[in-house]
């Protein structure tokens, strides 16, 4: 069993930047993809960024040039560097895992981005 706590979110002004972190538990010694997706109200969940075991990344387009995704595997940890922020930002952001059959979720952590 994984599990997957973020933290990091919090209220900046449009412009700024924060960093999210995602810290994984439990049975931790083949964590696979690890992504970033986010959620604002009334809206579905997409994907901002994903990393592979690897390394190799993906980011949405909504978020490229702007967003950087990092992964620390020694400390099981994946990051979101959020750099430029913009008020359309705005949403709970949720770290998800994937390993073979295995999916898990972590609680989200809010992101509101001032105009």
């Known amino acids: 069993q994984v599990q997957l706590v973020e933290s990091g979110g919090g209220l900046v002004q449009a412009g700024g930047s924060l960093r999210l972190s995602c810290a994984a538990s439990?049975?931790?010694?083949?964590?696979?993809?690890m992504d970033w997706y986010r959620q604002a109200p009334g809206n579905e969940r997409k994907l901002v960024a994903s990393?592979?075991?690897?390394?190799?990344?993906t980011y949405g387009d909504a978020v490229k040039g702007r967003f950087t995704i990092s992964r620390d595997n020694a400390k099981n940890t994946v990051y979101l560097q959020m750099n430029s922020l913009r008020p359309e930002d705005t949403a709970v952001y949720y770290c998800?895992?994937?390993?073979?059959?295995?999916?898990?979720w972590g609680q989200g952590t809010q992101v509101t981005v001032s105009s």
């Open positions: 990393i592979t075991s690897s390394g190799r990344t």
């Open positions: 998800r895992e994937v390993s073979g059959g295995r999916l898990v």
């Open positions: 439990g049975s931790v010694f083949n964590i696979g993809t």
